[in-house]
């Protein structure tokens, strides 16, 4: 008898868990559809990787309160920001001089300096023996020990690397309203984005000259 009262109050839980999980789930749906304008079942050009980009870049907004100091994962943002930045700006000058494109070809390796990765071995479940590379806690950059880039770092620069070469990684970009929230561009030509969500547009039309920090 105890026993089966037990394993209701236990269905009774699960049932529970079930409906807060399918709540979040919708929850996160509707964040998704704010942040992009867009429904979900449509499987646009270069969107996988471009949402999980944006998505990591954007992490910090949800943050309920601010950090004073800058986190591991802050400065991890900043390079791959500064990346991005970078690899369009080289697109960019794809055809000017040489010399040019040498000066912007050394700060992107300067910030992919810390992508270094390590050989780890292990025996998984099934007793096979697995070597995989994981990124390298530390690193050297320009003769000093720094926190190297962490897997969620790794996967950022890994879509920017993919994006790159499916030529979109144009449509990665900042908000125009000043939020510094990054979006990206399921559309092209007029019809593009350049908002992160409507409240971004209304307040850039209510004070269009102004530079919101
Ligand atoms: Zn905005």
Redesign the pocket.
């Known amino acids: 008898m105890g026993k089966r009262v037990e394993s209701r109050e236990l269905i009774g839980a699960e049932a529970k868990l079930d409906k807060a999980r399918r709540e979040k789930a919708a929850i996160d749906q509707k964040a998704t559809l704010v942040g992009t304008f867009r429904p979900p079942r449509y499987d646009y050009r270069g969107a996988r990787y471009g949402d999980l980009l944006v998505q990591w870049l954007n992490e910090p907004f949800k943050r309920e309160s601010k950090k004073p100091t800058k986190s591991v994962k802050d400065v991890g943002r900043e390079r791959v920001s500064a990346l991005i930045e970078a690899m369009k700006h080289l697109n960019n000058i794809a055809s000017s001089p040489e010399r040019l494109r040498d000066v912007v070809q050394v700060v992107i390796n300067d910030l992919l300096k810390y992508h270094a990765e390590h050989l780890v071995v292990f025996v998984n479940d099934r007793g096979d023996i697995v070597v995989e590379s994981q990124p390298a806690d530390q690193v050297v950059v320009g003769g000093k020990i720094k926190a190297g880039a962490a897997e969620e770092e790794r996967r950022a620069v890994n879509a920017v690397k993919l994006l790159t070469s499916m030529h979109l990684l144009d449509r990665v970009r900042l908000?125009?309203?000043?939020?510094?929230?990054w979006l990206y561009q399921t559309r092209t030509g007029k019809r593009a984005e350049i908002?992160?969500?409507e409240?971004?547009r209304k307040?850039?039309q209510a004070h269009p000259r102004r530079e919101?920090a």
């Open positions: 908000c125009q309203c000043g939020c510094r929230r908002f992160y969500e409240a971004c307040k850039y919101v």
